[in-house]
């Protein structure tokens, strides 16, 4: 409490007081970080000390440009600002605001006999550099991906628009870490609505710390309990411009590789930036093979199950022998045999990606021989269901994005429990309650499967893309400003 | 308190649902024994049919450890109807039966002949497994008899051996396509005879006086260890009930008269040489437009005029008759073979009209077009007018090919 009410006081002249005050605010010398300079000011005759904290800015800076040039000045009417070479701030008062600017990585300077302090900006933190997308990988096409510096974020989607349009708002949205938002859209295409319905989300979150955009994104979405997800991540520069040029919205965020775009639909997350860098052959053959594959993982491993427990029927002679065959010898029902099989490739994955790099290829030596072969030579298993889960695990991949992805790695578990208990009538009973519900769905007021239906003026780009020269509108449901993207020039 | 009201909503539908579910008849795949053949036949007591299963052994499609287990198994009981039987064959068999995987059912020829045997087939249209795309097959012996010496020596998976044979033998225009569909709709229809498939595993040694295809099976002379059973030429039923038999030839004849049954391929045959008696020509026919049926029913002698075109290659011909330059002695062979095809079809059209008062050529779903309302077809009574209409039989073959080779070598000087 006490704290408290030392933040919101501001500084008097007494240098000395003042320093007391952020030396017991920041617990010197116990706190050993802080750096606390008093130099002597020569031609102004003052004392001064300069308060930073030395693992978030640049010590060469602080030395080079603040207290070398304070130190050897002789010129009695030069003012602060123009002694240092060091970019000048502002100036504040009040002890709060200075705290948030050191905490920043900004230095502070205070000087006898002023009841102010004057900031300099010498940020510096440490991170990595630019790099490779990891997990959006394409072979065409930019390879840069966000890090996470928001800095160099913005400066990587600033170099793909170079337009004063371009708007990079800043929101705190967490009160005790300081956590700031940045808001990046087009001021000319956004959506004005759609905008200020995402800033008062934003401005009625009241928590201490959001860390990145993965915890936002849970914040901020509307049903945060669907299977579905409603915000695309992408750690693509390229993706999140295309997106804003479309008139989207797109969050970034301090220390998140990432960023958020809303509002989004079913086909942003079965899109791939690379399906518009191939060409138009090419890039709809790819959509088509996601597509598929998509299809044989929901479904693949619940038409087993359906076929040879109700619809025996339906399957050829020959296979419907050899399955025989092969299942005389099982001890389990298909469904148990299914599921042990889905829930060990389950493991595998997910065991895959949290094991130390060296132990990799163990995994996969285990996985592959002990879970498949083994399972076979064992009776636990029919080979087909090897195939089947193998295939619907495979095609799984086939989907990019991470979120879409799992909704659909549980999807399939229904569709397997259904297909156990109504056969094909389970099946198409749950796909079609799906696909009410992913129509009435909805992200940030925009219909999820639009413009697919309901339709929406748009450039038609959801199962395959259009040519280029036929992508004319921006997606109507967003309302952009302007719709037209280009002339029909075809 | 709503959340858990809520909750306990939930968990009770959930509860529900298996038993909503279809579990109940639920078998898994390795749990059935598939019959492959269903054979029907006269049994001893009055109201029961003699049952024959055939039933396939999955254990053959394994890849490893082979089995010494046989192919198949064979069981024939007495029993009310098809139905019941699949109950009954489980005090011998130990899987659940299920005709999933029939390919064919086998009528005996006898069994076939009886007042009461449309009965009998009416129980097949009952049963869900059964679908009506299977073929049906008559035979001369008992359907047990004839699945017992059914031992194809290639296709161990009997299965295969029925869907091949049956496709092959129906391309090739020896036997019909039958199937139960067929046999449903031509009876209740009323008005054409229908076609089954005929075959036997007994060889006679009588009749064997004609020449290729036109025979009936059981009269073919096949040397070789091989399987017993032949399938061709077919059964003829009027009403449901069976009355004859046509040979292979006639057959081919009747197929290539209906539309409906039409799916042969190109089929080789041989026709009589003009230019010299000892010889025959061997052609490949192919029927490529429809044949054009016009009819005049209104008429006091009401007629039929069909033309039908061949389209024919000559293959070969042992009289080494230089028919490919010589336009001639082209002609002359086409109005030879003409009028050897007119002859054939004027005499099974004879034999349906005078020995079996009915035509297998679907014609009356032609003739109903030639009346404006139902009644008056129906007044018509197309099965009953058929015997006293007046078909003309009009052929016209044109020739293609003569042969990769087309050129050949004078006879006598070769000799020399």
């Known amino acids: 409490m006490e704290e408290e009410i030392l933040k919101n006081k501001t500084i008097d002249s007494d240098l000395e007081n003042t320093i007391d005050i952020f030396k017991s605010l920041y617990s010197v010398p116990m706190n050993t970080d802080v750096s606390i300079r008093n130099l002597f000011i020569g031609g102004l005759n003052r004392n001064a000390t300069a308060i930073s904290i030395k693992t978030i800015s640049d010590s060469e800076k602080i030395e080079e440009q603040i207290i070398r040039p304070l130190l050897s000045n002789s010129d009695s009417d030069l003012t602060i600002e123009d002694i240092c070479a060091a970019q000048f701030l502002n100036t504040h008062s009040q002890i709060q605001e200075i705290l948030k600017d050191i905490n920043n990585g900004n230095t502070a300077l205070f000087l006898d006999g002023e009841n ?58 967490s009160k005790r870490s300081n956590n700031e938002l940045y808001i990046v859209y087009m001021k000319d295409l956004v959506n004005d609505k759609l905008l200020k319905d995402v800033k008062d989300k934003l401005n009625s979150l009241d928590v201490n710390a959001i860390q990145n955009l993965s915890v936002l994104e849970e914040y901020i979405e509307d049903s945060s309990k669907s299977i579905f997800p409603t915000i695309l991540s992408t750690e693509r520069p390229d993706r999140t411009v295309s997106f804003l040029e479309d008139g989207y919205i797109a969050l970034l965020m301090n220390n998140s590789p990432d960023s958020l775009i809303l509002p989004a639909t079913f086909w942003s997350f079965y899109h791939n930036p690379e399906d518009h860098y191939l060409r138009f052959v090419f890039g709809n053959f790819i959509r088509l093979l996601r597509f598929l594959a998509l299809l044989i993982t929901l479904f693949v491993s619940a038409f087993y199950i359906a076929a040879i427990n109700y619809h025996v029927e339906m399957i050829p002679s020959d296979l419907l022998l050899a399955i025989s065959a092969t299942r005389e010898v099982i001890p389990f029902p298909a469904i148990i045999e299914i599921l042990l099989m889905e829930i060990a490739f389950e493991l595998i994955r997910e065991a895959g990606l949290r094991v130390p790099n060296p132990i990799g290829p163990t995994i996969g030596i285990v996985g592959a021989l002990i879970l498949g072969q083994a399972a076979v030579d064992a009776n636990i298993v029919s080979p087909l269901v090897v195939i089947i889960v193998a295939l619907s695990g495979l095609c799984s991949f086939a989907v990019g994005d ?31 309650c799906g696909i009410f519900y992913l129509v009435s769905f909805r992200s940030f007021g925009v219909p999820y499967l639009a413009p697919m239906t309901p339709k929406y003026i748009s450039s038609k780009d959801t199962i395959f893309r259009k040519m280029l020269k036929k992508e004319l509108y921006r997606p109507g449901y967003l309302k952009p400003q302007d719709i037209e993207k280009k002339k029909d020039n075809s | 308190m709503m959340t858990l009201k809520y909750l306990a909503q939930v968990l009770c539908l959930l509860f529900i649902i298996p038993l909503l579910s279809a579990c109940w008849d639920q078998t898994s795949i390795d749990q059935r024994a598939y019959v492959v053949a269903l054979g029907i036949g006269k ?88 679908k009506r795309n299977i073929p049906i097959i008559v035979t001369k012996e008992k359907a047990r008899g004839f699945l017992e010496n059914n031992r194809p020596l290639l296709e161990s998976r009997i299965h295969k051996y029925f869907d091949l044979i049956l496709n092959s033998a129906n391309e090739a225009g020896l036997i ?41 099976a059981g009269k073919m002379d096949i040397q070789g260890e091989t399987n017993q059973v032949q399938l061709m030429g077919s059964a003829v039923f009027k009403e449901g009930i069976m009355i004859g038999t046509l040979t292979g030839e006639e057959t081919r004849i009747a197929i290539l008269l209906n539309d409906i049954l039409n799916n042969m391929g190109p089929i080789y045959t041989t026709y009589q040489d003009p230019f010299n008696e000892k010889y ?10 429809k044949i054009d049926v016009k009819m005049d029913l209104k008429s006091d002698q009401p007629s039929i005029n069909v033309s039908i075109p061949i389209y024919m290659d000559i293959m070969t011909q042992h009289s080494m008759v230089d028919y490919a330059n010589d336009s001639q002695k082209r002609e002359t062979l086409q109005r030879s073979i003409e009028e050897e095809i007119t002859n054939k079809i004027n005499n099974l059209i004879k034999k349906t009209q005078e020995e079996y008062k009915g035509e297998p050529f679907g014609w009356s779903v032609l003739a109903r077009k030639q009346f404006t309302t139902i009644t008056e077809y129906e007044n018509f009574d197309w099965m009953k007018s058929y015997p006293d209409i007046k078909i003309n039989i009009s052929v016209n073959v044109s020739f293609g090919n003569f042969g990769e080779q087309s050129i050949l070598p004078d006879f006598e000087e070769v000799r020399d």
Do not use: C, W
């Open chain 2, 43 to 130: 049994s001893e007591n009055e109201n029961q049919i003699q049952v024959t299963f055939l039933i396939t052994n999955p254990e053959l499609s394994k890849k490893e450890a082979t089995t010494n287990e046989p192919s198949q198994e064979i069981i024939s009981f007495a029993a009310n109807d098809v139905i019941v039987a699949r109950n009954i064959a489980n005090s011998v068999i130990a899987k659940e039966i299920s005709y999933n995987l029939l390919s064919a059912i086998v009528v005996s020829e006898e069994f076939a002949k009886e007042d009461r045997f449309l009965r009998y087939m009416y129980d097949l249209a009952k049963e869900p497994q059964i």
């Open chain 2, 280 to 289: 025959k020509v061997t052609a490949r026919i192919q029927t490529e437009k």
């Open chain 1, 116 to 173: 102010k302090a004057y900031l300099f900006d010498t940020v510096k933190f440490h991170g990595r550099s630019v790099e490779k997308a990891i997990n959006e990988v394409s072979l065409r096409g930019p390879k840069e991906a966000f890090n996470e510096d928001v800095a160099a974020n913005i400066s990587l989607i600033r170099k793909k628009i170079r337009n004063e349009n371009l708007v990079v708002e800043s929101v705190t949205i």
């Open chain 2, 176 to 216: 019909p396509k039958s199937d139960l569909n067929s046999y449903f709709r031509i009876t209740e229809a009323d008005a054409d005879l229908f076609l089954a498939t005929y075959g036997t595993s007994e060889i006679s040694q009588d009749g064997k006086d004609s020449v290729e295809d036109n025979f009936i």
């Open chain 1, 402 to 432: 991470i979120s879409l992805n799992f909704s659909i790695r549980l999807i399939r578990f229904l569709f397997i429990f259904s297909a156990a208990l109504f056969g094909f009538y389970g099946i198409t009973a749950l796909f079609t």
